[in-house]
């Protein structure tokens, strides 16, 4: 039974609005929800996708074009120069490592021809962005060194798309012509001249971006009307999508290429957000999409075959990317997590499998037989991320799993500091610019090797260890400042500190108003609330802007910091009876209100000249009582 355009949409969207949630539910991820919703809805169960449906595969590979919009727009460039060496390093041997291996396995033990294994190899290297980087979002681990590693990795497939396509047509059989099903405006030409066709259409893309659509944005601003905003940002994908199109190139590339531009200009935050519900919205009709295209009659025919080239694939790219983490001193749990996130064949695969077909390299039984493996593997790594959690969560707990032996400390000083996170490292650079020397102590292996590369002298150690704390020379310092997150090993470290270097004056990180009430109640006294300080300053450079003097502005936030801190400690003692905390929260609220607004009418009626005025806090403290 033919079914319509609609009829088709509302089944894929009633699918996702069914699976997804079952999915995350169940620990799997929504990738693995969509995934398994276009297996039911493909032509091998339920069979609402098939010839028929191709207006929606075709509208659902857009999702994958604006992903990479949108991953184009966030690299800024300056951005990626940073990043530059762990992108080649990371990416290069990754991409060039798993593609000799593969290039081998399809060429002696499949006997393939040399152009075959060549294509394939490198189609079946590329991973997945699309899939990656949801994980990455929903797991809340993008910014973990598995995260950042794979995201490196996946920049530099990504570019690394641009010279495959553009070497392919050089793969060509001569004399064979492609066919006419996909014909595009360098059909027909040499493999040399479409190759010089390929860089310049991307090189096109550039200076389009660059010197039209630039300007052409500056002139929508001007109009204010979002709806138009939302039509050219759409207008920008799409254009430069179809661009691609007309030359065989993949729109995604273009898409990616456009957003690399266009990453350097002030609407780059306006286009992201602007296409990001479209992108969420058509990248899950892209996985239900990948999930039908399972051909479960190739798998039946020919099981030991796509069964041996998956796993193949997946072992080949696990073992080149746990190679190289240890090339880079991954730690093994970070090693294996981020083989795992890897190990699928990605969406580009589709890509440059059918670019290949229409150069007639890759013939139509094989192009099936591998778009078979790339679903399945795209389907196999959610579970083995299931299944990774599941062990790390069940198993590991229970395995006496061998501590890293922490560095010998040859320098001591007044000052320890424990933890270099973020926020850790910002004391630690100050002090340093500063000339104050501080031990610093950090137990991610990972984060001190890599501090040590950017001329850091930091020292691998548990901070609760109080061995380390000795060696470190806790009992001659004056000062040991904690920043540890969670704020739960912070406590600990305080406790064992206060406990056997009773002499150190501690200075404590808190993340927020509870985490300093749980340090209060352990006798500290310098707390520090992440989140205060800067909130503060940004409402003080608001009153600036809004006309107030900058240094009586900046004396009103210094009381209100040194209020709140009061405030604070009082209602430290409340906070385990609700209602009266409630109350006592209300009075200090408006008792702080109170004093501003009086203080605010001196300023205003007295000439504020003075940076040390008397602090506001000091004369309202008996007030209190």
């Not at 990479?68 to 800024?76: A, N, R, S, V």
């Not at 070497?167 to 996909?182: D, Q």
């Not at 260890?465 to 060696?471: G, I, M, Q, S, T």
């Not at 608001?542 to 240094?551: E, F, I, S, T």
Request: proline content about 4%.
């Amino acid at each position: 039974m033919e079914h319509s355009f609609l009829f088709q949409a509302l089944v894929f969207l009633i699918a996702a609005v069914l699976c997804v949630p079952i999915a995350k539910k169940l620990g799997m991820g929504s990738v693995l929800g969509y995934l398994i919703a276009g297996i039911i809805l493909g032509p091998f169960v339920l069979g609402f996708i098939g010839a028929e449906g191709e207006d929606i595969l075709h509208a659902s590979e857009f999702g994958v074009v604006m992903l990479l919009f949108i991953i184009g727009l966030e690299l800024d460039p300056k951005e990626f120069w940073g990043l530059r060496k762990a992108i080649l390093g990371f990416g290069s041997l990754q991409v060039f490592g798993t593609s000799l291996l593969l290039f081998l396995c399809f060429l002696y033990f499949f006997n393939w021809s040399v152009n075959v294994s060549i294509t394939v190899s490198l189609s079946m290297a590329l991973s997945s962005t699309a899939i990656i980087l949801q994980t990455l979002k929903e797991k809340g681990i993008s910014n973990t060194i598995p995260g950042q590693a794979s995201f490196s990795i996946l920049i530099f497939q990504d570019i690394m798309v641009i010279p495959i396509l553009a070497v392919l047509p050089l793969l060509a059989i001569p004399g064979v012509a492609p066919p006419t099903t996909n014909h595009t405006l360098i059909s027909g030409l040499p493999g040399y001249a479409q190759t010089f066709v390929v860089f310049g259409v991307i090189g096109l893309v550039y200076a389009v971006t660059r010197f039209v659509v630039t300007p052409m944005l500056n002139l929508i601003v001007k109009v204010n009307l979002k709806e138009v905003f939302v039509a050219a940002a759409l207008t920008i994908v799409i254009g430069v999508s179809y661009a691609m199109t007309l030359v065989g190139l993949s729109p995604a590339l273009g898409a990616f290429l456009a957003g690399i531009v266009l990453a350097t200009t002030e609407y780059r935050h306006s286009l992201e957000s602007t296409i990001e519900p479209f992108k969420g919205l058509l990248l899950g009709l892209f996985f239900i999409a990948v999930g039908s295209t399972i051909n479960f009659g190739i798998i039946g025919s020919k099981p030991v075959e796509v069964i041996s080239i998956v796993l193949g694939v997946m072992i080949v790219k696990g073992i080149v990317l746990f190679a190289i983490g240890k090339l880079f001193k991954m730690t093994f749990k970070n090693n294996i997590l981020t083989a795992l996130l890897l190990s699928q064949v990605g969406e580009f695969a589709f890509v440059l499998l059918n670019f290949s077909t229409t150069l007639h390299i890759v013939d139509k039984t094989t192009f099936d037989l591998l778009m078979a493996v790339t679903a399945i593997s795209m389907v196999i790594t959610p579970m083995l991320l299931v299944v990774y959690e599941i062990v790390q969560k069940f198993t590991l707990k229970n395995v006496e799993i061998p501590k890293q032996k922490p560095d010998e400390i040859h320098s001591k000083h007044d000052v320890i500091l424990i933890g270099f996170g973020h926020f850790g490292s910002t004391i630690g650079r100050f002090l340093r610019a500063n000339g104050i020397s501080a031990t610093i102590l950090d137990s991610d292996p990972d984060r001190v090797t890599m501090l040590r590369k950017m001329g850091f002298n930091v020292y691998f150690g548990d901070g609760t260890d109080v061995d380390l704390l000795f060696a470190a020379g806790a009992e001659k310092a004056k000062y040991l400042i904690a920043t540890v997150d969670p704020p739960s090993v912070n406590q600990q470290i305080i406790t064992l500190v206060k406990k056997h270097f009773p002499h150190l004056e501690i200075i404590a990180r808190a993340k927020n108003r509870y985490d300093a009430y749980e340090l209060l109640d352990m006798g500290i006294e310098s707390i520090y609330r992440e989140t205060l300080y800067t909130a503060v300053h940004l409402a003080v450079d608001v009153l600036a802007k809004l006309g107030m003097r900058a240094y009586t502005a900046e004396r009103k936030g210094q009381d209100f910091i040194t209020f709140d801190e009061a405030a604070m400690k009082k209602l430290a003692k409340d906070r385990h009876d609700t209602k009266q905390y409630i109350l006592s929260v209300r009075e200090q609220i408006e008792l702080q209100e109170k004093l501003l607004s009086e203080d605010l009418h001196f300023t205003l009626t007295q000439h504020d000249n003075a940076w040390d005025s008397e602090p506001l806090i000091k004369n309202a403290q008996p007030k209190q009582r």
